[in-house]
């Protein structure tokens, strides 16, 4: 089996920051995920990359940045934290994107930004 | 506009009930359909899935139906355990773009 692991846990920041998540994967996925979740919402896609150096938009990209620079990590930067922002960030990974794909996640970086 | 909706959004029920929820989508390219379990702190992790081609697909005591001409499907949970309660999220794919779209979620929480 294997493991993401999403670093920090928790990240408090100030409006106008600049923030970054880090994930880590060692399942040799291809493909990679950066998703929102918002309370009682489900999750938004913000990023996704099927391969190192590939980057996606999903629905919700603005006011972020991704990177995947190697096949097993995926950054997520917020580019200008919004006040009172609160959320968690979900990395997830998949072997490919086909029928039956199956998402694996972390445990989550959860945001809150005074 | 919401692509894929579920309900209810919460829902409690007694230990060794069965517990239902409900899923409803629009687009009719929507073929692959996962639920995802998350239990607090954690990532939500994969369930059960159902093809299009496919009606009903059970592993355990977690079975999902399909309706393909109403567009809905549902998970059904017999012998409910205090150990199901966790959300519990429906997605919608498109196998042709990828596109994975979630639900809101439903809250269960299950009584001993």
Not at chain 2, 86 to 93: I, N, S
Request: proline share 3%.
């Amino acid at each position: 089996g294997g493991i993401i692991t999403q670093t920090p846990k928790f990240l408090i920041g100030q409006e106008g920051q600049k923030l970054t998540l880090k994930c880590q994967q060692n399942f040799n996925h291809d493909t990679m995920y950066w998703y929102r979740q918002d309370s009682g919402k489900g999750l938004r896609l913000i990023y996704y990359s099927i391969t190192e150096n590939d980057l996606q938009k999903g629905d919700l990209s603005e006011g972020y940045d991704a990177s995947r620079e190697k096949k097993s990590s995926f950054s997520l930067t917020v580019t200008s934290a919004q006040k009172n922002e609160m959320a968690v960030f979900l990395c997830a990974s998949s072997a490919d994107r086909g029928s039956n794909e199956r998402l694996f996640f972390g445990h989550g970086t959860k945001l809150s930004v005074l | 506009q919401q692509q894929v909706r579920q309900s209810p959004q919460s829902l409690t029920v007694w230990e060794g009930g069965t517990t239902v929820l409900t899923c409803s989508y629009e687009d009719s390219t929507f073929n692959y359909f996962p639920w995802y379990q998350q239990f607090p702190g954690e990532g939500p992790a994969l369930l059960i899935s159902i093809l299009s081609v496919s009606d009903k697909k059970e592993d355990g005591r977690f079975t999902t139906f399909f309706n393909k001409r109403e567009k809905k499907l549902s998970l059904h949970i017999i012998d409910s355990q205090p150990g199901d309660s966790a959300t519990y999220f429906c997605a919608a794919k498109n196998t042709n773009t990828g596109k994975l779209t979630f639900g809101d979620g439903t809250v269960l929480t299950v009584k001993p």
